[in-house]
């Protein structure tokens, strides 16, 4: 256990697991949180801190982090795909509501072999067939087949 005694490596995987841990669990914020963990850990690195100290430091790199970068990175990221490339792999493709969705009640839809959150207008039981009709960014809007004549 004494390498629990060593900060900057413990700052450093608990860091890289953050950074895995983005790619299991998208919005981009986990990222960030693992950032601010590897400043801990070169801080750390250099200088003896305090575990107070060293959790305020990775909170406040994180949401600084988080602050000035989040919102230009999410722009780069959902822009490399053109909106035409992805009306073109979902727009009127079919796909299986696997909860119930509403107005004002969202749900799941199973499209291509991926669980995908959806929102619909019409009321759509599980089990029941949909037709995709756009998206909001990673939001799929559905139709039920029942209503598309």
Same mark, same amino acid.
């Given at each position: 256990m004494e390498?629990l005694?060593?900060?900057?490596?413990?700052?450093f @995987?608990?860091?890289?697991?953050?950074? @895995?841990?983005e790619?299991?669990?998208p919005g981009?914020? +986990?990222?960030?949180?693992?950032?601010?963990?590897?400043?801990?850990a070169?801080?750390?690195?250099?200088?003896p +801190?305090?575990?107070? =100290?060293?959790l305020?430091?990775f909170l406040?790199?994180?949401?600084l982090?988080?602050?000035?970068?989040?919102?230009? +990175?999410?722009?780069?990221?959902?822009?490399?795909?053109?909106?035409?490339?992805?009306?073109?792999?979902?727009?009127?493709?079919t796909? @299986?509501?696997? =909860?119930?969705?509403?107005?004002?009640?969202d749900?799941?839809?199973?499209?291509k072999g =991926?669980?995908w959150d959806?929102r619909?207008?019409?009321?759509?039981?599980?089990?029941?067939?949909v =037709?995709?009709?756009?998206?909001e960014?990673?939001?799929?809007?559905?139709?039920?087949?029942?209503?598309?004549?």
């Amino acid at each position: 256990m004494e390498y629990l005694q060593n900060a900057p490596l413990v700052w450093f @995987i608990i860091g890289f697991v953050l950074l @895995i841990l983005e790619f299991v669990v998208p919005g981009l914020i +986990l990222l960030f949180f693992g950032a601010g963990a590897w400043v801990v850990a070169l801080i750390c690195f250099f200088m003896p +801190l305090g575990i107070n =100290t060293q959790l305020i430091l990775f909170l406040a790199s994180s949401i600084l982090s988080i602050l000035m970068f989040r919102k230009s +990175l999410k722009k780069i990221m959902w822009s490399r795909q053109s909106s035409s490339e992805i009306e073109d792999e979902f727009l009127g493709k079919t796909g @299986i509501a696997e =909860t119930y969705i509403g107005p004002g009640s969202d749900g799941k839809v199973d499209f291509k072999g =991926t669980m995908w959150d959806a929102r619909s207008a019409d009321v759509i039981g599980k089990g029941e067939k949909v =037709t995709i009709t756009g998206n909001e960014s990673i939001l799929l809007i559905v139709q039920s087949t029942k209503t598309i004549i």
